[in-house]
């Protein structure tokens, strides 16, 4: 069982940056691929970015790739999502979510509660 805790949001102008961050209870974090979703209104989740257990690979959603970065740390449980230029379009509640297969589709087995994200034009 893990459990996921998303902080760092909240508003930000057009062209600014924000990080997220995602840490997650157990000790079995460092054995889970752990991906970043967000929703906006009237939307469904969509995948924005995506880490391997070890780190060594990253996957991004075109819209975000070039702007966003995921990455983590191990020894804090802790998963990152940085995220600059941000964009009107960026706005959503962003979850993370952990999984035994990095995939870049919502199939992974747990989620945080989310935190919002606002970028303001």
């Known amino acids: 069982q893990v459990q996921l805790v998303e902080s760092g949001g909240g508003l930000v102008q057009a062209g600014g940056s924000l990080r997220l961050s995602c840490a997650a209870s157990?000790?079995?974090?460092?054995?889970?691929?752990m991906g970043w979703f967000r929703q906006a209104p009237g939307k469904e989740r969509e995948f924005v970015a995506a880490?391997?257990?070890?780190?060594?690979?990253?996957y991004y959603a075109d819209s975000v790739k070039g702007r966003f970065t995921i990455s983590r740390d191990n020894a804090k449980n802790t998963v990152y999502l940085q995220m600059n230029s941000l964009k009107p379009e960026d706005t959503a509640v962003y979850y993370c979510?952990?999984?035994?297969?990095?995939?870049?589709?919502?199939?992974?087995?747990?989620w945080g509660q989310g935190t919002q994200v606002t970028v303001s034009s």
């Open positions: 979510a952990a999984g035994s297969v990095v995939v870049t589709t919502t199939r992974y087995d747990y």
């Open positions: 157990g000790r079995t974090f460092s054995s889970y691929a």
């Open positions: 880490i391997s257990w070890s780190g060594g690979s990253t």
